[in-house]
């Protein structure tokens, strides 16, 4: 019994390493990623029934890559249609394996991009592309992706499901775009990966382990991205940005679980080997001379913080120089509140206060807790702290997170 | 889970067979070491999902004969 769990373990592994690159390459010959992904789960399973008898084979990645051609070849061969394609996939079943070398690898390279360009195509909706990412790229099961989104099993079987007929239907060609259509393909699948990111980022004590596992699976993922693509100025800047941040993963809580602000946090936790290898990251996005896109910008900001050992050592002028260059790109008048915080850190809380000022009255900014709440700070330091304590309360007022709430009175009472 | 994979050999191996890991994404960190008999001549720092991928990730690795030590990092 001790060594059939073993052996599944080292499947699981298997799987989980190889599933991506099988898929890929059964989907290059069968052009149909849904029946793809369906013929690998077919080899997963033979893997499972005849491994623990005959023991893992020496490549069991050619393994399950031969296993899966085959099955695909029955399945078509029952569609009869499909002759020629039968032809072309026989052909290289015949042909023995081939040992990993240059020219191999750039393939897999191409197929795994085309597959992730697939997988993230802005026909499906958002859940649908992490959905297909996870399994498909990531080798996550489906009950591990339900864990991880706190949904149910069905729920992204369905999901999982409707996109794969979703992409048949739509008749997304399995390839890698090119000209102007790769820009915003390559956009969707960012976000895919940094929405991956995020829900991990934003797990919380007790949540079930698999939460905070999508950061590092977000963080293989586009680190996989940026050896695929490395011309790309923002799959690094991206790759940076999640590397920044999650270097603060153990210093953004406090013991009770509450949030811990980036000025506060103890940067003795920080994880400085994440921090250095996401200023290299940025580094190489920032040498390929690309006109800087909101991941840059986010990453260098993040980097702003990253590059500073204390608090006090924060690059406030270049902090705010960003948040200008980020309202250029993505204009709101919440990058500017930002960057009015980033002025009045560089420059004295008056240079902020004028910049606040200017933007009070946009529309997007009214019932925003963060608006008073700024306002306050910088009136309380200017020393005027009778329209301060007005600030705090409405802030307060504004707030729908009870700690938050707290804060501010506390800091409304402190003014008198 | 991060794993310290340390290679012992003659001559330093470790920077030289870094590209699948960092293929893979999981390379966080390699370093070759100045040479000493019977010593450990270089290191992966590995970010996988569990021992057996950090096993079998490095079992791929067409390293020479070699003696290869895989640890798990405690987490603190």
């Known amino acids: ?151 149910s099993d069905s729920t992204v079987a369905q999901r ?89 993963s153990k210093a953004r809580t406090g013991p009770g679980g509450e949030p811990v602000l980036l000025l506060e946090q103890d940067r003795g936790k920080w994880d400085w080997l994440l921090i250095g290898r996401g200023l290299k990251a940025l580094e190489r996005a920032e040498a390929l001379n690309q006109p800087p896109g909101p991941y840059y910008v986010q990453a260098a900001l993040a980097a702003c913080h990253g590059r500073a050992r204390k608090a006090e050592d924060t690059d406030w002028q270049r902090i705010a120089t960003l948040y200008q260059v980020l309202a250029q790109i993505s204009p709101s008048p919440i990058v500017e509140l930002n960057r009015a915080v980033a002025l009045s850190m560089a420059f004295g809380p008056a240079a902020g206060l004028a910049l606040v000022d200017e933007i009070a009255g946009e529309k997007a900014l009214q019932g925003y807790h963060l608006l008073p709440s700024v306002r306050g700070d910088l009136l309380m330091k200017l020393g005027r702290t009778k329209e301060a304590k007005a600030e705090f309360e409405k802030a307060a007022s504004l707030t729908r997170n009870e700690r938050e709430r707290t804060l501010l009175l506390e800091r409304a009472a402190a003014c008198d | 889970m991060r794993f310290m994979v340390f290679v012992r050999s003659p001559l ?39 021992k057996e991928e950090a096993v079998e990730r490095v079992r791929r690795i067409p390293l020479p004969a070699c003696v290869v030590e895989i640890r798990q990092v405690a987490v603190v």
Not at chain 1, 183 to 201: H, K, Q, T
Not at chain 2, 19 to 43: E, I, K, Q, T
Request: charged share 25%; proline share 5%.
């Open chain 2, 12 to 50: 330093p191996l470790a920077a030289l067979h870094k590209d699948a890991l960092v293929r893979a994404g999981v390379l966080l960190d390699v370093g070759d070491l100045v040479p000493a008999a019977f010593g450990v001549s270089g290191y992966w720092l590995i970010d996988v999902r569990t």
């Open chain 1, 160 to 248: 999982i499901v409707r996109a794969k007929k979703a992409l048949a239907d739509a008749g997304v060609p399995f390839e890698v775009p090119e000209g102007p259509e790769l820009a915003p393909r390559l956009a969707s699948v960012l976000e895919v990966i940094y929405l991956i990111f995020n829900e991990g980022y934003s797990a919380t004590q007790g949540d079930d382990w698999m939460r905070p596992e999508l950061c590092a699976e977000a963080l293989r993922l586009g680190r996989v991205l940026a050896e695929l693509a490395p011309k790309e100025a923002e799959v690094h800047s991206l790759v940076a940005l999640m590397e920044i941040q999650a270097s603060r």
């Open chain 1, 1 to 151: 019994m001790g060594a059939t769990t073993s052996v599944h373990r080292t499947i699981d592994a298997v799987w989980r390493m190889e599933s991506a690159k099988v898929i890929a390459a059964l989907a290059r010959y069968t052009r149909d990623v849904g029946l793809a992904e369906e013929m690998a789960q077919d080899a997963l399973v033979a893997a499972l029934e005849q491994w623990p008898e005959e023991g893992v084979p020496r490549n069991p990645g050619a393994w399950l890559t031969t296993t899966a051609k085959r099955r695909a070849i029955d399945q078509i061969r029952r569609r009869e249609n499909f002759n020629r394609k039968v032809e072309e996939i026989g052909r290289d079943v015949q042909e023995a394996t081939p040992d990993a070398s240059e020219g191999i690898e750039d393939e897999i390279g191409d197929d795994l991009l085309s597959l992730i360009f697939t997988a993230c195509h802005p026909v499906l909706g958002t859940e649908a592309r992490v959905a297909l990412t996870l399994k498909m790229l990531g080798g996550l099961k489906t009950e591990e992706i339900a864990r991880a989104f706190l949904v």
